[in-house]
């Protein structure tokens, strides 16, 4: 599979997904006014690479600012890599926030918490 590259809009993340190397990253904005329209490519790709994943997964967030059903897409794949690695030894998550946003720290520690895994959190 290719890599998938994005450019980020005002509404919009940075997207690289690279199946060669495991890597999924998503940074900056993520409240598109079609949330499907965006994320759908995005969920195909990530599905079609479970199908014969690499040896070790990372998912590399970075947002300033998310929407509710962006979120709820980004769970969906934490959710995907869960199943696909059940006993949690070949996938990290990393959670990139601003040093003096605290509120999207909060978010990465409460994260890791809903999910029952430890989110690697980076300050920035």
């Known amino acids: 599979m290719n890599p998938l590259q994005l450019s980020p ?34 969920l195909r790709y990530f599905k079609t690479y479970l199908d ?11 947002l300033d600012y998310y929407n509710s059903t962006s979120m ?14 059940p006993a949690q030894t070949n996938f990290s998550i990393i959670w990139r926030y601003q040093a003096d946003d605290d ?3 909060e978010v990465g520690e409460a994260l ?9 959190l980076i300050e920035i």
Do not use: C, W
């Not at 897409?73 to 934490?78: E, R, T």
């Not at 890791?112 to 690697?120: A, N, Y």
């Open 9 to 42: 809009t005002n509404e919009t993340p940075a997207i690289l997904f690279d199946a060669s190397l495991g890597l999924f990253k998503i940074s900056g904005r993520s409240f598109p006014m079609d949330v499907q329209e965006f994320y759908n490519p995005l």
């Open 52 to 62: 014969v994943p690499q040896p070790k997964t990372i998912l590399d967030l970075s």
């Open 72 to 85: 709820k897409v980004i769970l969906s794949m934490i959710s995907s890599l869960l199943k696909l690695h």
């Open 103 to 105: 509120d999207m720290r």
């Open 112 to 120: 890791s918490q809903q999910i029952g895994f430890p989110i690697q």
